[in-house]
């Protein structure tokens, strides 16, 4: 199926099933532990022995020896896998680094051996005994140090390095008023639950892997062609994910090494990242130096707006493009974005939560906050002055689909209470503790991506759904089952959805918030060819037919949707294909987040005390799950803006706090009371479900509102994220604090 | 984890023996730390001796109106025992402030004192470490050092005491009770347990090899107002950047000890005898000698403000 042109009314419109809230129908599963995840496939691989990921010591430079004859020897040892006998290997489409390193290193904890045991223990141990030799060289490890440097990167997922509309230098330098600042986030990890994991098992020149991956097509087409082999020779099975929030959009260290270790023993061999290596092995979010411009009337209405972005990558890697968002989401006839790209020696940087946006608004929705004050203008009002309801880059011949970005500022204002904030910051106090409000935009852009399906149901009216759909914990399974449901006039609990198998039609995958909107399309179009086929048997006529209790039904006739199917069953498959409405609408998601925080007067430990959301994201699908998810994502905000930060010892080009003791992430007691509001939208422009992505929305600008109130309590601005005790004090002279 | 092997002690005297005739050997509690060492292969033991049977689980009070708390007390049952909640509030308060609820569930009271350093580097079995591989340099003095001392550290070693109730019983002039191997029986005051790291970082403490610490004694209550305050990068379940232990007389007088500033709960004569002095002057008796690096040296200013918010605090309930 083409979607080319909006959508019209249609079955989904029905709202029986989509759009209620539901339950996850795979949480029964996940808290009774009977959930397969890719590190206990005991069912599929009974056999299945242990790798260890040895990974490298030095960040740049070349092994000049390995020395694994202790190691073999140790107790339990089975084989060692090194570049030296692994064979010739390619490398990945999305990979950057090689997952398997020698003699070249390219980056810290590169993987550089697996060693093969009977038990876990006995791996771990003779991978201590494996002696490596190292030459190392001198890298490059400090963003701010080689920025000058740094050049546009290619075109990419983020769209061109640059962008400019108008006469940006002109009409600044003319602007009364002007906002001119340098803002940076660090290096994040993405901290999932469960780490890399991978069992993998060869029969014959066959080779099937379980694992943990979000893009199920990618990562058995990357796999193929790392080990050069055909790819309808790689099955890769991920049916459960315990979170991945990117890390697992590609093909990793685990998967390679536990199919080169399967064939190294001749039996299944599984691999999981340990949780200290997953920070320097795997991929991370880049850190950012961001320059941000505004040149504004008295009033607050821009005139000219610039973001200028800075991050670094290994050679051949991608850009942190964090001046998406500018390029849409406000108001401005001279514009400027630009992107520069600097080599550096650290890990692989990559997607994570919302790559782009999540730490461009830290910085454009900061500005903002400064803007309003510059101009005296209240907080929201200012963004709703600066609302644009075209593509400002192109002018009105480019509308977005859909906008309610103002419906959300003004209804998430109301619903939190936002008059009560007093405008002059370090007012607010009760007992210990410095109150402040902060407001920022939630911006996301809307992608969506080509997602097949089959369909079939059964002699009993039972509905199967297949696709390699991934459910990264998000709830693909329920939305997935809800439309098939829907389309098809049968009940929720008589859907079975199978996820995540590369012998399934290959879907969008989870990723940039695509996945939900996506892969129900593609569900809803091969529902569409089955109802085409059951209607035939039926002798109805398609476009007549309706579908409902388990019944097809024109006029006064029915019949059962089982008995059409008969015993054998009847199956359909199709693709929902995206034609050029993206290109010609902006398409994008929007909402407000608004935070109140607390800032110890004496320790400037900082407390947020409520965080509230207002959402326009099209359809919500099933909004229990993307209320989750949207909590989900305020809750990473609240991370990003206040603790989460990668240390690079530039010395040994390394992240140091490589642990969950030491990387932190908020925990229960850093999360208060989040109250989330989806607005009614549909756009019919997005897709025929007339939704869109939601599950990334909710990180975006939750950390600038979390910034803003900070300010508003303290009088203290801080540029440089995370926005830690030690920063605060740095500052303290003249603020509210004590 | 390098293999090794396992008994369950029958007798405080059978561990004490076979500890110190086994190579290699050390005992096991609560396991929160060691085991993950061991993981690590930061530790190696050979042989573990399993201590959690011998009924070194009692809180009973002394003959001197003191509180003799087992070495296998778990941190939980510890932290909300009456007399410790009604008497040494401190305590209760700092033992709550530590790790998570699960980890206080299974951790001891011996176990919480000999807990080992966070420093990063220290983690990281690719990087010198002279606590862990002594003469090896340390990573730490000109690395990511935001987290470590700033007082009492050496050359050698900044790093720093994690633990939160071995502040308060410093606080409260705990007396470490240990058994040796010869059966002999000694009591070394808290302020001399834990060492300063100097030229040997990897020696922590004043246990010798097969020495069991088999219970810590509270003296008898001083009274007073109690308060527990630690700072750190998130609500919970994290590591101090610095805590305070005080306790304050109806006179004003006061007494202090801190956490996350040194290699041992720090407290400094000097300190207590400026609590009529006000926090700044607390803070300035308690940190006199401080080497910070440029990375840690807020943990002075934020000394002196936490200890503010101590001094609020006693206002307060006053």
């Known amino acids: ?80 896998v090194t570049h030296q006998n692994a064979g010739p290997l390619d490398k990945g489409n999305m990979n950057t680094a ?71 230098d002109a009409a600044f330098a003319r602007a009364p008023v002007r906002i001119d600042q340098r803002y940076t986030t660090p290096d994040q990890s993405h901290a999932m639950l469960e780490p890399h994991a991978t069992t993998a098992a060869w029969n014959g020149d066959q ?237 996301r852009n809307n992608l969506v991506a080509r997602s097949g399906a089959r369909i079939g149901v059964d002699g009993k009216g039972h509905v199967t759904v297949e696709t390699d759909m991934t459910d990264i914990g998000t709830g693909s399974y329920t939305i997935i089952a809800q439309t098939a449901a829907e389309m098809l006039g049968v009940p929720l609990a008589a859907v079975t959805v199978r996820l995540g198998d590369s012998r399934f039609p290959a879907s969008s995958g989870s990723g940039g918030q695509w996945g939900a909107n996506s892969s129900t399309s593609g569900v809803y179009a091969a529902a569409w060819a089955l109802r085409g086929k059951l209607a035939e048997k039926a002798g109805f006529a398609p476009d007549q037919a309706v579908f409902e209790d388990g019944m097809i039904r024109q006029g006064n006739q029915s019949k059962p949707i089982g008995s059409l199917a008969g015993r054998e069953g009847l199956w359909a498959e199709d693709q929902i294909e995206f034609g050029d409405l ?30 509230g959301g207002a959402f326009a994201a099209g359809r919500i699908l099933n909004p229990k799950s993307a209320r989750s998810q949207v909590i989900g994502a305020m809750t990473m905000g609240v991370g990003a803006a206040l603790m989460e930060e990668l240390s690079v010892d530039t010395r ?61 309590a303290t009088g203290i601005r801080l540029r440089d994220y995370p926005l830690t005790i030690d920063k605060l004090l740095e500052r303290g002279e003249g603020s509210a604090l004590a | ?106 951790a001891t009271t011996a176990g919480n004192l000999l807990q080992r350093t966070r420093c990063p580097y220290f983690y990281d079995t690719r990087m010198p470490c002279n606590k862990r591989r002594p003469g090896s340099g340390c990573a730490a003095i000109k690395g990511m050092s935001r987290s470590l001392a700033v007082i009492g550290t050496s050359d050698a070693c900044i790093a720093q005491h994690p633990s939160d109730m071995a502040v308060a019983m410093r606080l409260l002039d705990a007396s470490v009770d240990i058994i040796g191997a010869d059966g002999a029986r000694r009591s070394v005051p808290i302020a001399d347990f834990h060492l300063l790291p100097g030229d040997t970082p990897h020696i922590e403490n004043a246990l010798k090899p097969g020495e069991l610490i088999t219970s810590v004694t509270l003296p008898k209550p001083i009274g007073g107002t109690h308060v527990y305050r630690k700072v750190r990068d998130r609500a919970s379940y994290a590591f101090a950047l610095v805590s305070v232990a005080a306790v304050f007389d109806r006179d004003g007088q006061g007494r202090f000890a801190f956490g996350g500033l040194a290699p041992k709960p720090w407290r400094v004569a000097a300190a207590d005898a400026a609590a009529r002095s006000g926090a700044p002057a607390v803070a300035e008796a308690a940190l006199d000698g401080a080497r910070p690096t440029p990375l840690n040296a807020f943990k002075q200013q934020l000394t002196a403000r936490t200890l503010a918010s101590v001094f609020r605090q006693r206002e307060a309930r006053a």
């Open chain 1, 652 to 712: 040994f080009g390394f992240f140091v706090n490589h642990d969950m003791a030491e990387y932190l992430v908020p925990v229960h007691a850093d999360i208060p009371e989040q109250d989330v509001l989806f607005l009614d939208e549909l756009d019919d422009k997005s897709s025929p479900m007339k939704a869109k992505g939601v599950g990334e929305l909710g990180i975006c600008g939750a950390g600038a509102a979390v910034a803003n109130a900070i300010y508003n």
């Open chain 1, 582 to 611: 993206a290109k010609r609408y902006a398409q994008a998601t929007f909402g407000a987040h608004f935070c109140e925080v607390g800032v110890d007067i004496d320790t400037a430990e900082v407390r947020v005390r409520r965080m």
């Open chain 1, 1 to 80: 199926m083409k979607f080319d042109s909006p959508a019209t009314s249609n079955p989904i419109d029905r709202g029986r099933v989509v759009g209620i809230p539901q339950d996850r129908i795979d949480g029964p599963a996940k808290v009774t532990g009977t959930a397969p995840y890719a590190y206990e496939r005991h069912d599929a691989a009974p056999s299945a022995v242990y790798g260890w990921i040895v990974g490298s010591a030095i960040a740049k430079g070349r092994i000049k020896a390995i020395d694994s004859q202790a190691a073999q020897a140790a107790p339990g040892v089975l084989g060692i």
């Open chain 1, 207 to 443: 080779l099937t892997l379980w694992t943990s991956n979000q893009m199920v097509s990618w990562s058995a087409g990357d796999l193929a062609k790392t080990l050069r082999i055909p790819k309808e020779n790689v099955r890769l099975v991920s049916p459960y994910i315990g979170g991945g929030f990117g890390a697992k959009l590609f093909l990793r260290a685990d998967a390679l090494l536990a199919a080169l270790g399967a064939r190294t023993v001749g039996r299944p061999v599984k691999v999981a990242i340990a949780r200290p290596q997953v920070p320097n092995n795997t991929t991370h979010r880049p850190a950012t130096i961001q320059r941000v411009r505004i040149g504004a009337n008295r009033n607050g209405v821009i005139d000219a707006i610039a973001h200028d972005v800075w991050s670094g990558d290994l050679p051949g890697g991608g850009p942190e493009t964090a001046a998406q968002q500018t390029r849409l989401l406000y108001r401005g006839d001279h514009r400027l974005t630009t992107h520069r790209l600097a080599t550096l020696d650290l890990p692989e940087g990559n997607a994570m939560r919302a790559p782009g946006e999540a730490v461009g608004l830290l910085a454009l929705e900061v500005a903002m906050d400064e803007l309003a004050e510059a101009c005296n203008v209240d907080p929201v009002e200012l963004r709703i002055r600066n609302d644009v309801q075209h593509d400002p880059e192109v002018g009105p011949s480019r509308p977005f689909s859909s906008r309610k970005f103002v419906e959300c500022l003004r209804q998430g204002a109301d619903r939190f209470g936002w008059s009560r904030r007093h405008p002059k910051p370090g007012q607010v106090r009760e007992g210990r503790w410095l109150v402040g409000m902060g407001v920022a935009s939630a911006f």
């Open chain 2, 1 to 106: 984890m390098k293999p090794f092997t396992y008994t369950r002690a029958a007798s405080v005297e059978e561990a004490v023996r076979s500890a110190s005739s086994v190579q290699g050997a050390r005992f096991i509690a609560g396991g929160t730390n060691l085991l993950d060492l061991m993981k690590l292969q930061i530790e190696t033991p050979a042989h573990l001796i399993d201590i959690n049977h011998l009924g070194l689980d009692r809180i009973e009070t002394t003959a001197g109106g003191g509180l003799r708390i087992g070495a296998l007390v778990r941190n939980t049952e510890l932290a909300a025992d009456r007399t410790v909640r009604r008497d040494y509030a401190v305590l209760s308060r700092a033992l709550v402030a530590g790790a998570s609820g699960q980890l206080r569930n299974k």
């Open chain 1, 98 to 168: 090689h997952l398997l390193g020698g003699p070249q290193i390219e980056h810290f904890e590169q993987a550089v051996a697996l060693v093969i045991a009977d038990t876990l223990e006995n791996a771990r141990d003779a991978a201590r005994l494996l002696r490596i030799d190292y030459a190392p060289e001198k890298g490059r490890f400090d963003l701010a140090a080689e920025m000058g440097s740094a050049v546009a990167p290619e075109t990419g997922f983020g769209g061109p390095a640059d962008t400019r509309a108008g006469d940006f």
